[in-house]
């Protein structure tokens, strides 16, 4: 009979209604909606009458243990699935093929901290905050470009490629990723004198015109 109580339960529950509804999900909409279930929980547990607590106890069990395995379902396991309508602008898994070798390398060796890296697209987010630590990475976002194009890493915007493989001079494994969804694919390329460890056996995929009179 609590009416404060009742109108949460009202309002919580008419917010969830309407956004399972809409088909765009907004992860960040769970705040407007996912508060009044606290406080009608907790009041279900003083409400409810003694004989019947330990059902309410179990009841709450079940339904927090379905939330826990949803979540785990969808952060490790749907968390790049383009059918998935909760994983909005959810940063792929292609980007360890950068993130990895990278991060496993300054593990070792702190020296590779200092590694030269060039981040030619448009938007290059989350790569900025993974990448904290790294100290000589270039962001050009805004269709600038350094002066020298080679480094020990690069990733260059599908619609940049061209241009910037006929001014570079190293040789690199390369590998096409996309970061994330409504996003065009990026080429990775990696200094094969860095990264060879990696690539065991196998001869690398881009060699720069200054190695390749061919290529003139």
């Known amino acids: 009979k609590d009416l404060s109580l009742r109108y949460l339960a009202i ?57 826990f395995g949803s979540s785990i379902w969808l952060n490790y396991f749907r968390c790049s699935s ?19 070798p990278l991060l496993k390398l300054a593990k070792r060796d702190p020296v590779y901290y200092h590694l030269t890296g060039h981040l030619i697209r448009s938007s290059v987010y989350p790569l900025p905050w993974i990448l904290g630590d790294f100290d000589r990475v270039g962001y050009y976002e805004g269709g600038n470009m350094p002066a020298n194009l080679d480094g020990d890493f690069l990733l260059v915007q599908q619609d940049k490629i061209k241009d910037v493989e006929s001014k570079l001079k ?26 060879k460890e990696f690539f065991p056996g196998k001869a690398p ?7 390749n009179p061919a290529a003139r």
């Not at 960040?28 to 019947?52: D, E, M, N, Q």
């Not at 969804?181 to 990775?188: E, F, H, I, T």
């Not at 995929?205 to 190695?211: M, P």
């Open 11 to 67: 309002y919580g529950v008419g917010t969830l209604v309407a956004y399972s509804y809409v088909k765009y999900k907004t992860p960040w909409c769970i705040i407007s909606f996912g508060w009044p279930f606290l406080f009608i929980f907790g009041g279900a547990v003083l409400l409810v009458r003694p004989k019947h607590l330990r059902i309410a106890h179990r009841t709450i069990g079940v339904l927090l243990c379905i939330s």
């Open 82 to 100: 383009p059918d998935e309508p909760y994983a909005y602008v959810q940063t792929y898994n292609d980007i360890f093929k950068l993130s990895k």
């Open 170 to 195: 190293g040789t690199y494994y390369t590998e096409m990723l996309t970061i994330r969804n409504y996003q065009d694919p990026s080429k990775l390329f990696l200094s094969a004198k860095v990264f």
């Open 205 to 211: 995929d881009f060699v720069g015109n200054a190695q």
